[in-house]
Structures are given as C-alpha cells and as structure tokens.
C-alpha cells in the first residue's frame, strides 16, 4: 500500500511550484475573471475564466484539469500556463476540485460535470463555445481527462455514476504524463488508498480500468509525456489502445536536446522552450478540430 506524508509532500510541491512560476506575471492582453462559483463547496468549487481582451463573440474553449496526485494542486498554481493557452485565441476555464483525502473519488469527477453544467447554462456570457469544447490535463488531472472524457462518449459508462452526466462533447482532448491502467494490474487501494479509500467496492470496481470503456466514440486524443516522466511507461500503451479504436492520435515523447533530464508536467514551466513546444503542439492539435 502507498504511504505518503501529504502535508509534507504539499509543502514541497508548493515550493518547487514556486520556484518555477518566480518572476512571471499575468499578461494585460487577456480578461481575467477570477473565483467564480460553479457549485457547493466553497473555495473548492471556484474557478476562472480567460478569454484575449477585444472578444466580442464565443471563442473555442479549453478547460483544464490539474494535477497533483489526487491531493494537491489549485487553479492558483496554473493560472500562467492557461493563461498562455487563451494568448492563442481561446477561452480558457481553470478550476478547483476537491482534494483528498478530506474529499475522496469520485468527487473530483461530479466537480468535473457540475462545472460542466454550469457552463452549459451560463458559459456563453463569458465567451464560451459550446460546440467548440477541448479538455487538456497532466498527472492526476490527465486520469481525470482520460475517465471523464469516457464517461461522455460512452453512455453505458456514464451510467455507472451517482450524478448525470453533463450533456457535454470534446472536439478533441490532450493527456499529459498522466496515470492511466489504474486499476488494471495493481488494486485500487494500493496506488491510491487516500482516493479510492481503503476498501473497494463493487460499484468502484466496476468502474475501472477506465480503459476497458473507451470506445470510437472517444475524443481525438494527444497524449504527450518526457524522457524523465516517472509515469512514462503509461503513455505510449494508451496511445497505442486509443488509435486500435480507430480514434485520431497523437503521440510524442518529449526530450531536451542536450538529453538532459525532462521530467513529469514540464509543460507547465513557462521560462521553457521544450514547454512552449508541447503547448503548441497541442493548441495545433485542437485547431485542426475546429
């Protein structure tokens, strides 16, 4: 079973965060509209929306999940690299979701949907498109993307959940260095027993692997990993699953030209040209679903 000291490991993560976002500053070329509220929890149910200054009509949007581990991370820690993302002529939505272990699964996924519900109803006075709609996540957030993007294009699967799924479709998606197979060839509760808790039932155990429920319907998919991305390994195989389903693919495995250590959710660190590479690989991979 997976011990880990979450405080001390937010602790750390928010300092090497820190670290990498030091010196930057949000960019006067956008509307930033900050902490609003898309359901009953709080802090945890707010999010932020951006869209480049002069937008007069619904832009194609981009809605981000973070990531963290399931238990750490906030809208606060990618508001720079989002912010590049509508520089590229996009509306950008990027929110909170609950945390554990105060919230376990699948909370992150009903806080998914009731954003999404709540920009069916009001996304369009803040320029969001709703035929135009992309999903982009990284680590844990890339799992989210993964399984909410199934739960959409998948009925039978969106079924096996405690809420309604939004009526909601993605052009396309894009997964970085995230954690998929979960569930596949290590139990539950051993990868992620401060998420899925320590005993699991037959309704969590129905719902994984995720994998097993993607079908033709799934988005067009970039999956993106480095050299050093300690979940590399997880990657190519989904790619490879994705594209035996006849679903249009993506695949690249980034690396520094020196071989340098590349490692997990590089792409957030905005000081990079390899990062820059990756996030406009990805808005190329989005436009061509317009």
Same mark, same amino acid.
């Given at each position: ?132 709609? &992309? $999903?982009?996540?990284?680590? @844990?957030?890339? =799992?989210?993307?993964?399984? #909410?993007?199934?739960? *959409?294009?998948? !009925? ?24 998929? &197979? $979960?569930?596949?060839?290590? @139990?539950?509760? =051993?990868?992620?027993?401060? #998420?899925?808790?320590? *005993?699991?039932? !037959? ?30 390994? @997880? ?56």
């Amino acid at each position: 079973m997976l011990n880990i000291d979450i405080p001390t490991m937010r602790t750390s993560m928010r300092e090497n965060d820190a670290k990498r976002d030091a010196g930057l500053t949000e960019p006067d070329t956008l509307e930033i509209i900050k902490n609003l509220s898309y359901g009953p929890y709080g802090n945890e149910n707010t999010f932020d929306i951006y869209y480049p200054k002069g937008t007069d009509k619904c832009l194609p949007t981009i809605i981000n999940i973070h990531g963290g581990g399931f238990f750490y991370g906030d809208k606060e820690l990618y508001r720079f690299y989002t912010m590049y993302l509508a520089k590229q002529g996009f509306t950008v939505v990027n929110f909170n979701y609950r945390l554990a272990p105060d919230h376990q699964y699948p909370a992150p996924l009903e806080d998914t949907n009731n954003l999404m519900n709540w920009l069916v109803e009001h996304g369009e006075n803040y320029y969001v498109e709703l035929n135009h709609l &992309f $999903l982009i996540g990284d680590s @844990a957030g890339g =799992q989210l993307v993964e399984q #909410y993007a199934a739960m *959409t294009s998948n !009925p039978n699967y969106g079924q096996k959940f405690p809420f309604k799924i939004a009526a909601v479709d993605f052009n396309a998606v894009a997964m970085n260095c995230g954690a998929y &197979f $979960l569930g596949q060839n290590v @139990a539950l509760n =051993q990868d992620f027993p401060f #998420y899925f808790g320590e *005993t699991i039932t !037959p309704t969590l155990e129905s719902q994984f692997p995720v994998e097993s429920y993607i079908t033709e319907n799934f988005p067009p998919s970039f999956v993106a990993t480095a050299t050093h991305d300690f979940l590399k390994d @997880a990657a190519k195989p989904l790619a490879d699953l994705l594209k035996t389903k006849g679903i249009e693919t993506s695949y690249k495995l980034y690396a520094n030209q020196d071989n340098s250590n590349l490692g997990h959710v590089f792409h957030l660190n905005q000081k990079s040209d390899i990062a820059k590479e990756c996030n406009n690989d990805e808005i190329a991979f989005f436009k061509r679903f317009l």
